[in-house]
């Protein structure tokens, strides 16, 4: 080895800024981090040149001497490898080749050293390092190693070598099987090299060898000529291990799963085709119905098949495919495991394809693939013709699963199996044998949509070479004439068969499921039926959607169909389906029957995209989502805001509408982006309800028309539902930067949030600073409110500085807006006057927001002095709206995690004690931890964290428990409670169990708490999650736990129970989960008296209790001792 020496091993440092670390330092230290840190460190000065490979192996020679302990040679060796992996400049070659041939030797070991028996497994790492270092790596040292390895197994080494030490030695004969095959070819041979490889593998079971190993096979198989008894050699070797049963899935990722090792066995078996005359007859040896597998095994045989089908050359799988069919086509017509029949299915499509691969002639009925394609079709024939009950339907699944493989296949279809079947329907009188052909024809129908969907996707892909591009153009040409000479008998049986299965749909479903469904494939073809056909076609679906009675499956099968039809060929659907369905709508007056018609157009027109291609429409893919809406926005126009039932049910419907198609757009965008898909939709309905009223003192955007008459009620729904649809609009995965349509590029105006896109005149620009004070109403502006809060609820975080707004005094309005407001001011408007807070606060971070006018405080310290001021306010209804105000900013801020939420938290505790508003106070405390599912939905952009939990227990559960302990008052103490219940019951119980023991004794106090049924429940709640963590804490408090459930479960005429419904099924649960957790001979001691009253409970009015009570009851007489 090359003598260059540095001081690596000894002498003064040199000059670097740390010390330099040694191996010996590596050797010492138990510390896997430092270790780490000293493997690093050499590595580094090996690459920087202050270090040599020499050196190295001097430093390291001094643990691996004769004399030396074997682990410390083992380690020691191991080291060596780590650092060698870690060097990122590759070593001089003439250094690679002396440090390898090294290694080597002690691989071969020539002279039984016992020393060199040590450390086999960190040679072969090391070696693999070496080899890792590309071009300077030694090819013709390639040999020598791949010698060694196979050396370890000549001497007897490997059967000792745990598998990791197996698993790296294969690793570098796989390295070097892979990448210098050239070199072992020539110095090795290639059967020498397959031969070592089946001695290594002869006792070989652990999955992560077995996949390195069965890469190598592969490997062999594919690229190296070997002789025919070496090849018989590796099939005997890896064929052993199929099927592959691991007893157990192993938990360390790093450790290849049975799928994977499935996958690479299947390669094996086909990485040549010397294989196949042993793989088919092995196979179709294990599908013998005699054979006894398990399912999992039997469906691996299928798989395996499937798998050497496809990768096998063609001339093999010709010669084996009358076997096959032989073999499976029992399975599909007597077998009754349908994961079987499928899998065989899918050995006849793959036959199919394969035998595609050749160009043939399309006429040709002589040549080998066509005579056993029509033998497979005849005997088909055959079997429907003898037997129309029994072996109808699997048949259809054969000839689907043979045609739909190619256009070849499929050619023969029309041929040899459909002028049979047309005869037969002719002479069916049963309706279930009418049921079965139909599902046959159907299927035929299905494989020559496939096949085309198939070709289409082809030429979209451009995967098809140019010797080919002629033969598909042809066979394209030849699908879309293959059933021309049959239509006007297919048409005429499904017509007849629409007619009749009317009749029958009562008793036969599938008759009519059927029918529709081949309809469906009828017109899915192009150019085949007439337009009149067509238009009848689809009137015939759309009256059978509106005449279901019951969404039963004939209607769910009629509403896909024309689904179907309509993303096709959105034209008919907005002249003839849309029409349809309105033409009835408008006939009906009550909200049932609308919502009937309504339901099913809202799946056929917005759960998909339009399959329609158009170079006129750049959105073709909207095209009927858009008629849909427009239709319904067009009837919208129609109605005056009084029709409040049709408003709401219309509303409802569009809001529907965005909801389903904008979850389709997500995985399958539009083409263009330039305009947003639902703007149109968002401005025509504020259109609709919104206008600038000019002739007040102070102009201002409202509501249209005169409103007095209408239903408060309805008219927050009818605007509920308009704020939702434009909050869906704003956050779809479809709104850009550039499509944003709430402030988009050519808009300069006051901010959308308030003119709700009325169009201003130049003297109404200040309209922005006027429309958020809404403390005066008029009345339809403060109901408009909401409009601008939903706006706002759908923008994004990021786009906070293109709002127009000043986040601290539009946050600062919204207080005043709620705690000054009149009787114009509803609770509706002041409840969306809370959330627009919210919004600010939550997505924006108003807390921290300047307020000019508030000589520059923040909004934070503002909303502080104005609960500070209720201690010498008098006006109730103020301080009443004010802490209101408190819990909704609150819940904003300890959502976000905002600075402010502790000081908030804690201003919301200093008001429990307040006489009049106490109870109010405590209650809101729900608020702050419960799931939303309006504006601070994360679905909205809004700040969840999931800190929050934490932090909220921290800031205030222990000081709740503190006031509850201490307080005198029993009023006082129950509004404390309200408030700690509050919180606990929707924090994870991860967050609260570990200070189960102080909180589970008040948990029980609640159980008792007077007219508050939710707090009950939450208590009960609470402890039926502490049971099973805690069973220590229960158990300490097992007689309480007791007495508190069965008072609440005890309702009888003459002492009914203090507790609702919910209350007393979930105490019966608490009492139930005892049997479970506490241990029997506590439980033994209480039995009788929890069955006294569990014998009352089973007579409980209410079915879940008495349910649930029998239930109890039954675990409590099982008890035993010592349990």
Sequence with gaps: MASTIDNGGGGAPLPHAHRDRTVQECLETELDSEHATIVQDIAGRIDLGVYTITALVRDTQYYITENAPLPQVARAMGIMAEILAQVQVPLARADIHVFAQYLWDRLINSGSDVQYRAGVQQSAEALGA??????????????????AVFAVDGNGVLKDLKASGRLSLLKVLALLVKEYAKELKRDIGGDNVG???????????????????????????????????????????????????????????????????????????????????????????????????????????FDTMVACISGYGFAVVLEWAPKIWESIKFEIWNGENEDFISSSLKVINALGKKLSTNIQDWDDELNIVARF?????????????????????????????????????????????????????????????????????????????????????????????????????????????????????????????????????????????????????????????????????????????????????????????????????????????????????????????????????????????????????????????????????????????????????????IRRGIELFDNVLKSEPTTSSATHPYFFIVYELFAKFVVIHKGASVAYVGLKGDTTSIHRVHLR????????????????????????????????????????????????????????????????????????????????????????LHIGEVAKAMIQNVVQGDDNSTPYTRVAALEFLQVLVNKFGASSDIIPSEDGITLAEYLEKMVESTSSNTDNVQVNRIYQTLAYYTTAAVNRCDPSDRKFVKLMVEGIPKRKLGKKVAQSFRMLMAPSSGVLDKANFAIVRPLRQGRLYAYVVDDLVALWRTSPHAKLKSKYMVALVGVLSFLKPSVYLENADAIFPLLLEGTNIEDDDWTKLACITCIRTIIPFRPKTVTSHLDSVI???????????????????????????????????????????????????????????????RDGAQRCKLAWFNLAEGQ
């Design 373 to 653: 394609v029509i033998g497979i079709l005849k005997e088909c024939t055959g079997k429907i013709l003898d037997s129309r009950q029994r072996f109808m339907l699997s048949t259809g699944r054969i000839i689907h699963a043979l045609s739909c493989a190619s256009m070849y296949m499929f050619s023969w279809l029309p041929k040899k199996v459909l002028p049979s079947l047309l005869t037969l329907w002719g002479e069916l009188s049963l309706n279930s044998e009418k049921t079965s052909l139909l599902d046959v024809f159907n299927r035929g129908l299905q494989a020559r949509y496939d096949v085309e969907s198939q070709l289409m996707a082809d030429f979209k892909a451009n995967t098809l070479n140019e010797a080919t591009i002629a033969y598909s153009i042809d066979g394209g040409q030849r699908i879309l004439k293959s059933l021309a000479p049959f239509k006007e008998r297919l048409v005429e049986v499904y017509w007849s068969a629409l007619r009749e299965s009317a009749a029958a749909a009562e008793g036969y479903p599938a008759f009519r499921i059927n029918t529709i469904q081949g309809l469906a494939s009828l017109m899915s073809m192009k150019d085949f039926l007439s337009d009149m056909e067509r238009g009848a076609i689809i009137d015939s679906l759309n009256g059978i959607v509106l005449a279901a009675d019951q969404r039963d499956d004939i209607f769910a099968a009629a509403t896909v169909a024309l689904k179907e039809v309509s993303i096709a060929d959105p034209e008919r659907y907005r002249t003839i389906t849309l029409p349809h369905f309105m033409s009835k709508f408008a006939e009906k007056t009550d909200e049932e029957a609308m919502v009937h018609i309504l339901d099913p157009l809202l799946q056929i027109s917005c759960t998909s995209v339009c399959t329609f291609e158009s170079k006129a429409e750049p959105d073709a893919q909207l095209l009927i989502f858009n008629a849909y809406q427009r239709c319904l926005l067009d009837l919208v126009s129609k109605l005056s805001l009084t029709e409040t039932l049709q408003l709401v049910l219309l509303l409802s419907a």
């Design 1043 to 1105: 007495s508190r459930m069965t008072d609440r479960t005890r309702n009888t005429y003459f002492s009914p129970s203090d507790s609702n419904v919910q209350c007393r099924s979930a105490a019966i649960d608490v009492l139930a989960l005892l049997t479970k957790h506490i241990e029997g001979n506590e439980l033994m001691r209480r039995k009788s008296k929890v069955i006294i009253e569990l014998n009352i409970a089973v007579d409980d009015m209410s079915t879940v209790v």
């Design 195 to 301: 031969r070592g490889l089946v001695s290594m593998a002869q006792l070989e079971k652990d999955p992560s060898c077995l996949r390195v190993l069965f890469g190598m096979y592969e490997e062999l198989g594919k690229s190296w000529e070997l002789q025919s008894e070496t090849y018989v050699l590796i099939w005997e070797s890896y064929v052993r291990y199929f099927p592959i049963t691991l007893a157990k899935a192993a938990t360390d990722p790093s450790v290849p799963k049975p799928d994977e090792l499935r996958a690479l066995l299947a390669a094996c078996f086909v990485s040549n085709d010397i294989y196949a005359p042993e793989a088919f007859p092995r196979l179709i040896d294990m599908l013998d119905t005699n054979q006894d597998l398990s399912a999992n095994t039997k469906k691996d045989v």
């Design 130 to 147: 070496l080899i890792n270092m590309g071009k300077n790596w030694p090819r013709q040292d390639s040999a020598e190693v791949v010698t």
């Design 717 to 804: 729904r009818a605007l509920s539902l308009l704020g939702d649809i434009a909050t869906l609009a704003l956050r779809s995965s479809q709104t850009t930067a550039a499509n944003n349509f709430l402030y988009g590029s050519a808009y300069f105006g006051p901010s959308r949030i308030w003119t709700l896109f009325c169009d201003l005149d130049k003297d109404l620009q200040t309209i922005g600073q006027t429309q958020m004070d809404v403390q005066r109403g008029p009345k339809d502006k403060c109901m408009v409110m909401a409009l601008s809060m939903s706006l706002i609820a759908g923008v994004r975080r990021e786009d906070k500085n293109r709002l127009g």
